[in-house]
């Protein structure tokens, strides 16, 4: 096999540029354009996420030891593989976040990344080669052989031909089918003919994607001497959150969370490419540890993969590493946490189907500390380092910060946990709004948007329930459905005003003359969603029933739901 790609050097990642134009650039093109492109624009919404924490990856390792101007820092030694040798932790305490913080506000005013970062990929370069002796996120066969079990080892004949169990099929490592050879998707974007055939470069970002995503259904596993769960991909275990900025270099530096804002810590990065072989790195996966350090963390392997090339294509085999126990793991900066309180630890959350269509505004309290008490509530660590930034003047005033989410949700199957619907959504609020440091109730922005969100949910169940007696007067099969989506189109007809409105607000205006103003636009929308229903009322729900001795019909119900909304609302201009 005479194949030949290198990350570094071949094009692979999928940019939308400023003129809207799709570009397809290498690792080194990329980050020294990375200031002209708006996005990027893989296959999938959930692809481009697992790229970006690849790519914040090689940035966090280079910026955590090298300055705007390439220099080491002089408070730690670096090797001749330039990774971290030793750490002066009195210097650090010293100088470190002062260095650390320098050099993040040198290139957000370059608006460009320096010329270390293309140094430092090609220091590595034979690690991001996906064929050569260091196969990108990939292992040998000898090493595939020498560390799983070994009923799962493969074999191979006289004629180098390579058999085995644990084939992963590329129809399923391509997440827009995920398609399984048990289970044919009927619907998806490939012929039959097509469904197992990907380029290199569609490979490669597959494989980033999967490591990130898989489900749990793999067979084959890692030699050990005790029994373990199967990991499935650590973003499959979140509920994402970064901030978008105006371009992908923007995006990028937001995100680049260089120390612990909070504590002042200094973590050695190590992102799987600077292990000596994929062995090493497998041995270290195997004690089934969260990674101390952001880099080793959006890295992270949750299956052992050897490709196999039978005439230029692609055999995947697939080995799973042991399950992560992600309590506590507050190195993850891009989740939101829930409080467990059987043991009072914190874990990220993640969505299911069930609640998918949720928007994310609606959830406004799980992104920012809207009590003001940090007791059971854990902020995102992407947005406590946007909230040190803004301390520290790093961002111009009245800054809009842009939150965004991508979810990839998994089936209802515990045994497969297979991806089974994406999601995205942001929204955007100044930050002096979102970080208002203002104790008082009635003056902290975040307690007072969540008191809106509150009221407005209850509007919502007001017109469910108004919704549902509708549904009983109609002898529908299922009443609670009816009233379920029509709750759905309701919040999806709420989500732009509900937007604008929070992009609106301003930290030095009076804050109960713009929740009158949202209040006011609330009531008119669901006015208006109740009256959907008036109009489409028959003689029946006109006429209605008699339930113990009391006449239910449309009009009753209508009336119930306007009383019962007139009522709230009044209350919140209070």
């Known amino acids: 096999m005479n194949k030949e790609f290198n990350l570094i050097k071949d094009p692979w990642i999928e940019v939308i540029d400023k003129k809207n134009r799709e570009q397809k650039v290498s ?13 990027l624009a893989g296959e999938m919404k959930s692809q481009d996420l697992a790229i970006f924490r690849f790519l914040l990856a090689i940035l966090t390792t280079v910026y955590s030891r090298f300055d705007y101007q390439g220099q080491a820092y002089d408070w730690l030694e670096l090797d001749d593989n330039w990774q971290v040798k030793e750490v002066d932790q009195d210097d650090f305490e010293d100088d ?4 650390l913080l320098d050099t993040w506000k040198e290139l957000y005013e370059q608006s460009h990344f320096s010329d270390i970062v293309e140094k430092y990929l090609l220091k590595y370069a034979d690690h991001f080669d996906f064929f050569g002796d260091h196969p990108f996120y990939q292992v040998t066969l000898t090493e595939y052989n020498d560390l799983v079990r070994d009923k799962n080892k493969l074999k191979i004949n006289q004629s180098g031909e390579v058999s085995g169990g644990g084939q992963v099929a590329l129809k399923q490592i391509n997440r827009t089918i995920s398609e399984s050879n048990n289970t044919p998707d009927i619907f998806d974007p490939r012929s039959q003919k097509s469904k197992n055939q990907l380029t290199i470069d569609e490979l490669v970002r597959w494989l980033i994607s999967y490591q990130n995503f898989t489900g749990v259904t793999d067979k084959s596993k890692l030699k050990t001497k005790e029994k373990f769960s199967v990991s499935k991909g650590w973003l499959f275990g979140l509920n994402p959150i970064f901030i978008k900025g105006k371009n992908l270099f923007e995006t990028l530096l937001l995100n680049l969370k260089l120390f612990n804002a909070k504590d002042l810590d200094y973590s050695v990065q190590k992102p799987n490419w600077e292990y000596r072989t994929a062995t090493d790195y497998v041995l270290e996966r195997k004690r089934a540890e969260v990674p101390d350090n952001i880099a080793a963390l959006y890295t992270i392997w949750a299956r052992i993969l050897f490709i196999d090339w039978e005439s230029d294509q692609p055999i995947i085999y697939s080995a799973g590493l042991p399950k992560l126990n992600n309590s506590n793991a507050f190195i993850e900066p891009m989740t939101t946490w829930y409080s467990n309180k059987k043991d009072s630890d914190f874990h990220p959350q993640t969505r299911s189907l069930r609640n998918r269509n949720t928007s994310m505004w609606r959830h406004f309290g799980d992104y920012v500390d809207t009590r003001n008490d940090s007791n ?11 909230a040190y930034l803004k301390d520290n003047d790093c961002l111009p005033h009245s800054y809009v910060v842009n939150m965004m989410t991508i979810n990839m949700i998994k089936d209802n199957n515990a045994n497969s946990q297979s991806p089974a619907f994406e999601v995205s959504d942001e929204m955007k609020i100044d930050a002096d709004v979102l970080f208002d440091q203002n104790s008082e109730r009635a003056l902290y922005w975040p307690a ?13 169940n007001y017109l469910y329930h108004f919704a549902r007696n509708v549904g009983d007067l109609r002898d529908l099969s299922s009443p609670t459905e009816f009233a ?54 028959s003689p029946e729900d006109v006429i209605g029933k008699v339930e113990k001795k009391q006449e239910k019909n449309i009009f009753t119900f209508y009336n119930q739901f306007k009383g019962s909304l007139l009522k709230l609302l009044k209350e919140g201009k209070n």
Do not use: C
């Not at 080194?28 to 492109?37: E, P, T």
């Not at 007072?448 to 919502?460: F, L, M, P, S, Y």
């Open 27 to 39: 690792l080194i093109d990329f980050f020294k354009n990375v200031q002209d492109y708006r996005q």
């Open 484 to 537: 379920g989506r029509f709750s759905t189109s309701f919040y999806e007809e709420l989500n732009k005003p509900f937007l604008t409105w929070l992009a609106s607000l301003r930290n030095d205006e009076e804050r109960d003359p713009k929740l009158e103003q949202w209040y006011e636009e609330l009531l008119e929308i669901a006015i208006q969603a109740g009256a959907k229903l008036m109009v489409t009322a």
């Open 96 to 99: 470190g976040e002062h260095d």
């Open 376 to 386: 059971y509530y854990h902020q995102p660590g992407i947005m406590s380092w946007i």
């Open 448 to 460: 007072r948007i969540e008191e809106a969100i509150n009221k407005t949910q209850v509007v919502g």
